[in-house]
């Protein structure tokens, strides 16, 4: 058990970069740095005790402002898409980058993942906090947004992640976390021999642009319909027009809150025996296959990531929700607090 505080790197404009390992009693650890608020690695013992770095991430901070991906970011100020880059609250239209097509996605260009956050950290109980105040009309949001997330490991090897923040004006508030998962090894190779269950009966369809159209599609019958557990690769290659949208799984699972924080999805890696549980208060989970992992960006260890390499399970509100009244609204009123919690759970059979 312990944490300790080391050298991340140093940005081209001279921000310097600091990352955080803690470490568990059963051998887990995990790597957190300040740049993004970002989980560069989680090493987790398999089921014959050997010990792997599951989360695909790279070697310092110079890699991740050069290379992108948001790979382990901290996405803000929301999460996912928003469609046309541009959204009206109280009467008053904002406008955002368009940085995908001609909308927004994970908030732009200067998003929350290319930010040195302040940070403190907590022996006592095994947890780092993130914290920042995001000026208003940041990336085109209003209200000044005072934020903060904490990292924490626990003895249950679980990596817990806290988001918390108020704003002086109503705004968006989606946070979620971008990593990307191989339960074999971040240099494994292809997840499409991990066995997924994601607890939903329905998905929101998407658009040629990845834009959500609305309707919350059934999975009975698709290659959506995870409820029962099946590898990743099974369906992805099926004649499915929301698939080839979406050049794989790149959809918002609707899930079924209840106000606490429950196990909505898992995943095993066959070879390892590793298995990762999610839990979250969240409505949705956006599945990523990561179908467009470039194999330029060299990863931890000089490993080449390849397509497919990771998935990742985000926990958010519904992409683009803010344009559809059946969706659960993104808007944090003034004054109110936003706060949520996923928990990444791990384990070995």
């Not at 890699?63 to 009467?91: H, M, P, Q, V």
């Not at 946070?175 to 998905?203: K, P, Q, R």
């Amino acid at each position: 058990m312990g944490m300790k505080v080391s050298d991340f790197g140093r940005l081209a404009d001279g921000r310097e970069a600091k990352l955080v390992t803690i470490a568990n009693k059963n051998g887990m650890s995990i790597e957190v740095t300040n740049y993004g608020a970002t989980l560069v690695g989680a090493v987790v013992p398999d089921k014959n005790g050997r010990h792997d770095d599951v989360i695909l991430g790279y070697a310092d901070v110079t890699d991740y402002a050069k290379n992108g991906g948001f790979l382990g970011a901290c996405i803000g100020r929301s999460g996912n898409r928003i469609g046309g880059a541009t959204f009206e609250i109280n009467g008053v239209t904002y406008h955002l980058d368009q940085n995908e097509n001609k909308n927004n996605l994970h908030s732009g260009n200067h998003g929350y993942d290319s930010v040195i956050w302040d940070m403190k950290t907590d022996e006592a109980t095994s947890s780092v906090t993130f914290s920042r105040v995001s000026p208003d009309l940041e990336q085109g949001y209003p209200g000044t947004f005072t934020v903060s997330v904490t990292y924490t490991l626990t003895d249950d090897n679980e990596i817990k992640i806290h988001y918390e923040g108020k704003s002086d004006k109503d705004t968006i508030a989606n946070m979620t976390n971008h990593s990307y998962f191989n339960l074999e090894g971040h240099d494994h190779g292809s997840v499409l021999d991990h066995i997924l269950w994601i607890d939903a009966d329905g998905y929101t369809e998407i658009d040629a642009e990845s834009i959500p159209t609305g309707v919350i599609g059934s999975v009975e019958g698709t290659p959506f319909d995870f409820r029962v557990a099946k590898p990743v690769g099974q369906d992805i290659e099926k004649e499915n027009r929301q698939l080839k949208m979406g050049g794989g799984y790149d959809h918002n699972y609707a899930l079924k809150p209840d106000g606490t924080v429950k196990k909505v999805a898992e995943v095993k890696a066959p070879v390892s025996g590793r298995k990762m549980e999610v839990f979250t208060d969240c409505v949705g989970v956006q599945f990523y296959s990561g179908n467009f992992i470039e194999n330029t960006w060299i990863g931890k260890d000089g490993k080449a990531y390849q397509k497919r390499g990771g998935l990742c399970l985000e926990t958010q509100f519904f992409p683009d929700a803010i344009h559809h009244e059946n969706f659960a609204s993104p808007i944090l009123k003034a004054g109110d607090t936003y706060s949520t919690t996923t928990i990444y759970k791990f384990s070995a059979e």
